[in-house]
């Protein structure tokens, strides 16, 4: 059988694509797939799909003008060549056909360490603008698939497919759904989530506006594993994380999230009306891109970080937007899981 290593990692955003590729290729039962990541996000994610796991550290670019991130990022070089050497190492042992990498700073020693062993990769951008990463694993690829149209033309061997997603989202009951997560029925249900980690920004300003939205709405928080804090708000559930994301997206009547590319094309192809809140700070500014974007085409509304305050109104804005519900049902972007599993599969085929 092929064997095909895939690496990403650092955030949810850069592993959940990946899951959604694997697990369609698990369904062919002719490859064998491995996975390369950190002790970070990406191994709980991918523990419950029981592929053989090898852990190896990696350092990440800091940015923003403190001395601890300067001091970081001077160590980058030496640390990034233990990491490609210690990587080359396992991969000789399994010696892949192909590696599919989702970007990030996990991913660029397991390219680099492939690139010298000849091994072919594939490689997945997410964002509308290229991150650094996959910049830099670009000419070592012979594809880099990308979920936005306009951002193949970055790459000179750029390729559209879309943004895989898990097939676990969609189907799903929306009466059975609200049974599971809404103790109120009748009421419309607010999905909050700030990303695996969690957001301290959106989950204070949740807490802080939490009574009023629960006058009139359902609203689920997820705040992230470790932010967790007692509430006996009425009309108000919070969790840490959530395995079936198709499950709660099901019940939910609106999305109320960071801007990652994942989280906005999952609202999208579920036709959900979400209110975008985009990242600020140490950031090269993928969130606020992503964001633009969708706004101009009519598919969200966004909120800026520092007008979290104005959160109730922009609720109740998003939801009484029937022009964003009509343009949502209009809307072409869907799963590109088919797609990248072709890629995948067209690139074991040529070599």
């Known amino acids: 059988m092929q064997k095909i290593v895939f690496t990403g990692g650092g955030s949810a955003g850069h592993v959940l694509p990946n899951v959604a590729i694997i697990e369609a290729l698990k369904q062919a039962s002719t490859y064998d797939l491995y996975y390369f990541g950190t002790s970070g996000i990406e191994r709980s994610i991918i523990a419950p799909l ?13 940015r923003g003008g403190s001395f601890a991130a300067f001091k970081n990022n001077l160590s980058i070089p030496f640390r ?4 490609v050497k210690r990587v080359k190492k396992a991969l000789k042992e399994i010696r892949p056909d192909l590696v599919f990498s989702k970007g990030g700073y996990v ?26 990463a996959n910049r830099l694993m670009q000419r ?77 709405y359902y609203l689920i928080h997820v705040c992230g594993r470790g932010n967790g804090m007692e509430s006996k ?47 600020e700070g140490q950031t090269r500014g993928d969130q606020k891109e992503n964001a633009a974007y969708f706004l101009r085409r ?27 519900y009509e343009a949502l049902l209009r ?4 799963s590109g899981t088919t797609a990248a599993v072709a890629a995948v599969q067209s690139c074991l085929q040529t070599e």
């Not at 991913?107 to 650094?132: F, M, N, R, W, Y």
Request: aromatic fraction near 8%.
């Open 50 to 62: 029981k592929l053989p796991y090898f852990c190896f550290e990696t350092p990440k670019l800091k």
């Open 80 to 83: 990034l060549l233990a990491a």
């Open 107 to 132: 991913a660029l020693p397991v390219v680099l360490a492939a690139a010298q062993l000849k091994i072919p990769c594939l490689s997945h951008e997410s964002d509308l603008t290229p991150g650094l």
């Open 140 to 216: 070592r690829c012979k594809e880099v698939l990308t979920a936005f149209p306009e951002t193949a033309d970055r790459f000179q061997n750029g390729r559209y497919c879309g943004q895989p997603l898990r097939s676990s989202l969609f189907g799903r009951s929306r009466t059975s759904a609200r049974k599971i997560w809404a103790e109120d029925t009748t009421r419309k249900v607010l999905l909050v989530f700030g990303g695996g980690s969690g957001s301290a920004a959106l989950n204070e300003a949740i807490r802080k506006h939490a009574s009023t939205l629960c006058q009139k």
């Open 233 to 279: 708000l009425k009309n108000y559930r919070q969790v840490e994380f959530i395995e079936d994301m198709g499950g709660v997206y099901a019940a939910a009547d609106l999305i109320i999230s960071r801007a990652g590319a994942g989280a906005i094309f999952e609202a999208i192809a579920l036709k959900k009306p979400a209110l975008l809140i985009p990242l």
């Open 298 to 324: 009519g598919l969200c509304h966004v909120l800026p970080q520092s007008d979290l305050d104005r959160l109730p109104e922009k609720v109740e804005e998003t939801l009484q937007d029937t022009a964003l």
């Open 331 to 334: 809307a072409p972007y869907q």
